[in-house]
């Protein structure tokens, strides 16, 4: 799957044997890529959006829970490495499971994968026999939401 190989890449390369949550925002700093908080009436109502070019950003709604901007700085980061180019600004349908389009879930792919690395989170329900969501949840410091949708995802859930 090209977006874990990516994120894989990505974290060997930003984030090696540093101690999870992994930081998005320092990810996308490693590699130039500005990341710009700003209330939701800048923000447009939309969760986040990348601007591509010799500058490179993303912005995100400072009005949302940490863990929705992380997941959002990790899926824009995600349009960025995977060459998409600039998207429509982002909002909730595109961090839904529910979303059809396939850039849009490659890009929800690449972040799971960043921030709840597919070995990881295999050790700690194998391995280390963390088997709540909710402790799991906040290890990542990830919505209960998307660590659900990744165990399912991963087979480790039904």
């Known amino acids: 799957m090209r977006e874990r190989e990516a994120a894989l890449a990505l974290l060997r390369k930003t984030w090696n044997k540093r101690p999870l949550p992994v930081d998005p925002v320092a990810v996308a700093e490693a590699v130039n890529v500005a990341v710009k908080a700003v209330p ?3 923000s447009g109502g939309y969760s986040g959006y990348h601007i ?3 500058l490179p950003k993303i912005v995100v709604n400072m009005n949302e829970p940490e863990t929705r901007r992380r997941f ?3 899926h824009e980061l995600g349009h960025y490495v995977l060459g998409h180019g600039e998207r429509p600004r982002d909002g909730t349908r595109q961090f839904s499971a529910l979303n059809s389009d396939p850039i849009e879930a490659a890009a929800n ?3 799971a994968e960043l921030l709840m690395p ?3 989170v295999l050790e700690l329900v194998t391995e280390k026999g963390i088997t709540s969501v909710s402790r799991l949840a906040d290890i990542y410091k990830v919505s209960e939401i998307a660590m659900k949708y990744r165990l399912k995802n991963l087979g480790l859930i039904r």
């Open 40 to 42: 939701a009436d800048e």
């Open 52 to 54: 591509s070019g010799p």
């Open 72 to 74: 959002t700085v990790a």
């Open 109 to 111: 792919r690449f972040a």
């Open 118 to 120: 597919y070995k990881s």
